[in-house]
């Protein structure tokens, strides 16, 4: 029972893999525009269905005091009077400029530019859950070098006390080593210090409730990596066809650029085809009044019509045309952010490559 305790109290260091594959599980941010997506594909579903007919039932029950317009007689009289009445409505959107199929569209490149967002997001994780394991191994190495430096440092000392003793060598040069061990003490404390501060930052971004006993295992082939080094305009090149955030701008433009075809679409006529059914029952409270069943007004007051409504724009105080505008804007304004987009790109990929350079040369 103890050895079996022991053993499952030893926690296994984490792979770089495990740590990616944690915070991806972890992360808030994930989950938020996880969520985002989600809504915008409601969006996207509510713009296709928005070509299916409207159908809509009714049902009024009135009572009407003193004069009133009776349904049973068509003519204004002094009586009370009570009314029900049922329908059925439906219409279908037969032309309208196209707005519906531009409303799809502008949903569907927002659905993707959503997605582009998440992936951006992860990418980041990523990259800085590697910059985050990374940091930790480099912590580790300058731990280990500040320890093996003082055990040095220590066996000198030994080897020197006893020089001393034996009156082979000045008492003072001692003090020269045991001062150069108190710093290289100083430079372990703060080396692990560092360590447990690097430990703590990737447990927290993991979203980790306890990192004491957290370690990181370094890949065995590591220092035997050759890194081959692209050039930066080889690096952008390639990034600038498949990075999410360039995805996303692009996407977003597209979406700018159909909602300006939807707005235009409302100088446009609609016409609908219009569908109804309906039926009633009145009672009338008059002495000497035959009123008919409930059955008989039913099967009798029944009525179905089928109407094509044309609405032609003529005026209207100039909305669609201040809201082309403004969409229009927003073509633009969508093109600078996709030219924003690649140009930051470009200088991270020059950043990042003129930091691996100097990395390479420190290496």
Known sequence: ?????????????????????????????IKQQALTKRTKEISYQQARQNRLPDLNATVDQGVNFGRSLSQI????????STQSSVGVRGNLIL????KLKHNIDVQRAELNASGADLEKIKSDITTSVAAGFLQILLNKELLQIATDQLGLTKTKIEQRQGLVSAVKMAEGEMYELNAEESKEELTTVQAQNTLNLSLLDLAQFLELDHFEDMDVAAPENLSELEL???TADEVYQSAVTHRPEIMGAEYRLQSSESFVKATRSDFYPVLKLIGQFGTGYSYLYMNNFTNFTFNDQFKNNMSTSITLDLSIPIFNKFDVRNRLHSAQIGVESSKLSVVNAKLELKKTIQQAYYNALGAKSRW
């Open 1 to 29: 029972l103890v050895v079996t305790t022991l053993v499952s109290a030893q926690r296994k260091p984490w792979t770089l893999q495990q740590c990616v594959d944690t915070a991806l599980a972890n992360n808030r941010n």
């Open 73 to 80: 007689t068509n003519a204004y009289q002094n009586s009370n």
């Open 95 to 98: 032309f309208n400029g196209l």
């Open 228 to 230: 081959h080094l692209l």
